[in-house]
Nanobody
Framework: QVQLVESGGGLVQTGGSLRLSCAAS????????????MGWFRQAPGKEREFVAA????????YYADSVKGRFTISRDNAENTVYLQMNSLKPEDTAIYYC???????????????WGQGTQVTVSS
């Protein structure tokens, strides 16, 4: 089994920054995520969950939604089994609950994954 726990959300003004963390644990985590990616998704009220960014666990290759390119950066710490999402130049439309999820084996819609966390709220005020 794999457990994912997000943290780092909060309230920030337009143009501000936040850094989200996703700590992974579980006996099968390394085996489950080998050759796969961990992703960040978000869901705003009344909207469907959407892809934000992903990083492959082994190679560190990164992928971003067009809406966050140049503003968000995904990274990972293999030793700590943690994935980060650095969010800069935040906009009100970034307001959502952010979830980490994986393993993602194909980075095309519909994104499929077996595990996700409880989410962390990000609110950007105008």
């Amino acid at each position: 089994q794999v457990q994912l726990v997000e943290s780092g959300g909060g309230l920030v003004q337009t143009g501000g920054s936040l850094r989200l963390s996703c700590a992974a644990s579980g006996r099968t985590f390394r085996r489950t995520f080998d050759s796969a990616a961990m992703g960040w998704f978000r869901q705003a009220p009344g909207k469907e969950r959407e892809f934000v960014a992903a990083i492959t666990w082994t190679t560190g290759s990164t992928y971003y939604a067009d809406s966050v390119k140049g503003r968000f950066t995904i990274s990972r710490d293999n030793a700590e089994n943690t994935v980060y999402l650095q969010m800069n130049s935040l906009k009100p439309e970034d307001t959502a609950i952010y979830y980490c999820a994986g393993p993602i084996r194909e980075l095309v819609q519909p994104y499929e994954y077996d595990y996700w966390g409880q989410g962390t709220q990000v609110t950007v005020s105008s």
